[in-house]
Nanobody, 125 residues
């Protein structure tokens, strides 16, 4: 099964920035769509950003559009999520996931990768 490892989370004040990283093990990230899904305590999983296998297609949830940017570095086999203007509502555990298409990633359906431990993002108000 495809494995992804998330890193880069932490504690930041409202309005601050963080960059998350998602590194692949055992496969090339440019073979699939890769995205970020977050889950806050007591809430359902929410897909927030995705980048297609070609890198030319990106999708974002309404809640993060204009603040988050997803990108990939194929040489490093890593996908990044740059998060700016963070809000308390962004507090969650962030997971990266692989699927054949961004629609699948954002809806957490037909995920090809195993769910890792994620990385905690905490935004203080």
């Amino acid at each position: 099964q495809l494995q992804l490892v998330e890193s880069g989370g932490g504690l930041v004040q409202s309005g601050g920035s963080l960059r998350l990283s998602c590194a692949a093990s055992g496969f090339s990230l440019d073979m699939t769509a890769i995205g970020w899904v977050r889950q806050a305590p007591g809430k359902e999983r929410e897909g927030v950003a995705c980048i297609g296998s070609s890198g030319g297609n990106t999708q974002y949830s309404d809640s993060v559009t204009g603040r988050f940017t997803i990108s990939r570095d194929n040489d490093k086999n890593t996908v990044y999520l740059q998060m700016n203007s963070l809000k308390a509502a962004d507090t969650a555990v962030y997971y990266c996931a692989a699927a054949w298409g961004c629609d699948d990633v954002l809806s957490s359906s037909d995920i090809l990768s195993s769910w890792g431990q994620g990385t905690q993002v905490t935004v203080s108000s």
